[in-house]
């Protein structure tokens, strides 16, 4: 294990009665799965919530037992890292309507004693953030140090905002927007009718009988390719072929054609094809401030934010970042932007290990010492 | 020519406590200086990627953007000072620039490279090349400058704009110029309203 790692680290659970939805809906017995890592200080100042993206979960760094694959931001948090947990008090929590451990369709429904399914009511990103509000809550933490997430996790930063604007001392939006566009959208919708028109999917009560294999690992193909560029597809694939001589078959033989049949497949592994659609409808529905102007939603904020967008990200572009920087502007919140200059299209945010770290280090080291 | 020299009079110009927005600031030197001694509430834009890095390191709040359309999200007046150090002759359009800034700025702050300096006039005159200075110490083929002004262009065009100028000062290469600035004076420093 490496020497700057958070070691063994396990998912914790934490129940509560209920939690009444932007839908009107309230659900039941709901789970919240959370990881922490490092340790509170005494004023309870120093808690960092970390928002995962679309497929992500609450093991966002070290290791669980007897696995060897560490965390997904797991280049981020440790000691000495960008969430320094020697400072830091860090977690993360797997959103509501996932599969993670937290509640979602594929968990049971109290009233029936069966998995969810369908019956799983329309979940927002404002329900994600308001079960993890009754998790800080529990936490016993007053204001966090910040919120910080990229992609769907940076909806979730933005909807701590506007939700608890109080209890945010600064924010860390990455490589998000304020609302998804027609273009994000579309790429949402053609996953959910690839997972859909699988037979296997029986109209979302697949548990226990089937799983719509097919449809989900096309989905999540889709996705591969809108969080890349041309550029790095150019440079990680070319036209490289396991073929020496063109074959004329369906096979993929273009290494990217198998990279994307791998991590299709591997992906309906380890997620719920239902999951998948709530989660890509919240998204859609995402709007953050719906008919009123951003700005005037920013007014007063005193939290300071540190926004980053992508040169190379063609699914969330800069200029959505840049709708935020003009809010700020207009409202006289403090902010800083940075477009870093990547070719890794929107998994940069993943990837871009070492810009990140500088920016968000000396962010953080300055929000704290106010 | 002493940058610091400069940056000691912007500093002793900008008011304790004010709120300040430079445009183009670089690695944050000169916004860097002004919380430290004035306490001011600082904002920069800049358009270089590692400068946003600096800037970051020292504990500044910037904006990676163009100011040649960075402006447009700001209130009238949102600022006490508006700063066009060294970079007014950087920029495509200065005279929009110079127009936002007004809008933006109670105050703007402006310094740039006097052209109209002896020594390139003299290069010109004798070597009929273009002068290579040191406020301006670059050849023709890498030079970020777009613009070439000097002292009295630039109060010239303040008085067509009726833009005014409320202080200035000139500084040549052992201080404050203060005799035919427009000829011994590497660099002007303004402020105008």
Same mark, same amino acid.
Request: glycine share 8%; net charge neutral.
């Given at each position: %294990? ?19 939805? *932007? ?39 070290? #290791? ?48 029936? !004693? ?32 910040? &919120?910080?997430? !990229?992609? %769907? ?48 999917? +029986? ?16 989905? +999540? ?8 560029? =041309? ?55 995402? *709007? ?21 967008? /992508?040169?190379? *990200? ?30 890794? !299209? ?7 290990? =070492? ?14 010492? &106010? | 020519?002493?940058?610091? @020299? ?53 504990? @500044? ?14 209130? =009238? ?21 110079? *127009?936002?800034?007004?809008?933006? !700025?109670?105050?703007?702050? &402006? ?24 406020? %301006?110490? /670059? ?14 262009? #630039? ?23 203060? #005799? ?14």
């Amino acid at each position: %294990m490496e020497k700057n790692s958070v070691g063994l680290v396990e998912t914790k659970y934490f129940n509560f009665d209920e939690l009444v939805l *932007d839908s009107k809906e309230h659900l039941k017995q709901v789970t919240i799965a959370y990881e922490i890592y490092g340790q509170l200080n005494e004023k309870k100042s120093n808690a960092i919530l970390i928002e995962h993206a679309l497929t992500g979960d609450a093991h966002a760094a070290g #290791f669980h037992k007897d696995e060897d694959k560490s965390g997904w931001w797991d280049t981020m948090i440790g000691p000495g890292k960008a969430f320094d947990t020697k400072k830091y008090f860090v977690i993360c929590s797997n959103v509501i309507g996932g599969c993670k451990g937290s509640t979602g369709p594929s968990s049971v429904n109290p009233k029936t !004693g069966k998995p969810y399914g369908l019956d799983f009511p329309i979940i927002t990103v404002a329900d994600m953030v308001r079960a993890q509000k009754k998790l800080i809550d529990y936490l016993g933490i007053k204001k966090l140090l910040t &919120v910080v997430g !990229g992609s %769907m996790g940076g909806m979730q930063v933005l909807q701590w905002l506007v939700s608890y604007p109080e209890s945010v001392k600064s924010l860390i939006p990455i490589a998000t927007t304020v609302k998804h566009s027609p273009q994000q959208i579309a790429f949402s919708e053609v996953g959910r009718q690839a997972v859909m028109s699988d037979p296997d999917w +029986r109209d979302g009560n697949y548990y226990g009988v089937s799983f719509p294999t097919r449809g989900l690992s096309v989905a +999540r193909m889709i996705g591969h390719i809108t969080y890349m560029s =041309d550029v790095s597809m150019a440079e990680k694939f070319g036209r490289r072929s396991k073929e020496k001589k063109p074959i004329f078959k369906f096979e993929p033989s273009f290494e990217v054609e198998g990279y994307l049949k791998y991590r299709g497949d591997s992906f309906v592994k380890r997620f719920d094809a239902n999951s998948y659609l709530y989660i890509t409808k919240a998204l859609d529905l995402f *709007d953050l401030v719906g008919e009123k102007k951003l700005h005037q939603v920013f007014n007063g904020l005193k939290a300071k934010l540190l926004i980053l967008s /992508f040169k190379s *990200d063609w699914l969330y572009p800069s200029y959505q970042s840049k709708e935020i920087v003009k809010a700020c502007k207009l409202a006289g919140a403090d902010a800083t932007y940075c477009e870093i200059d990547s070719t890794y !299209g929107h998994d940069a945010f993943l990837l871009e290990v =070492d810009e990140e770290t500088h920016l968000i280090k000396h962010f953080l080291e300055r929000v704290s010492n &106010v | 020519m002493s940058e610091n @020299l400069a940056y000691k009079i912007i500093t002793y110009w900008v008011e304790e406590k004010s709120s300040v927005l430079d445009l183009g600031c670089g690695d944050g030197e000169l916004l860097s200086i002004l919380v430290e001694r004035k306490n001011v509430k600082a904002m920069g834009i800049e358009i270089s990627e590692q400068a946003i890095y600096s800037c970051v390191a020292k504990g @500044l709040s910037v904006l990676h953007e163009n100011i040649e359309h960075g402006l447009t999200g700001y209130a =009238d007046k949102s600022f006490d000072y508006v700063i066009l150090y060294n970079t007014f002759q950087e920029i495509k359009n200065p005279a929009a620039v110079l *127009d936002e800034a007004l809008r933006v !700025g109670k105050k703007v702050v &402006v310094g740039f490279p006097n052209f109209a300096y002896y020594k390139s006039r003299l290069q010109i005159f004798f070597n009929g090349r273009v002068p290579v200075t040191s406020s %301006m110490p /670059f050849q023709w083929y890498n030079t970020p400058n777009l613009h070439f002004l000097s002292i009295l262009d #630039f109060t010239d065009y303040c008085n067509i704009k009726k833009i005014k100028i409320e202080k200035s000062v000139f500084i040549g290469k052992s201080g404050q110029v203060k #005799f035919l600035p427009n000829l011994f004076a590497e660099m002007g420093i303004f402020i105008v309203s």
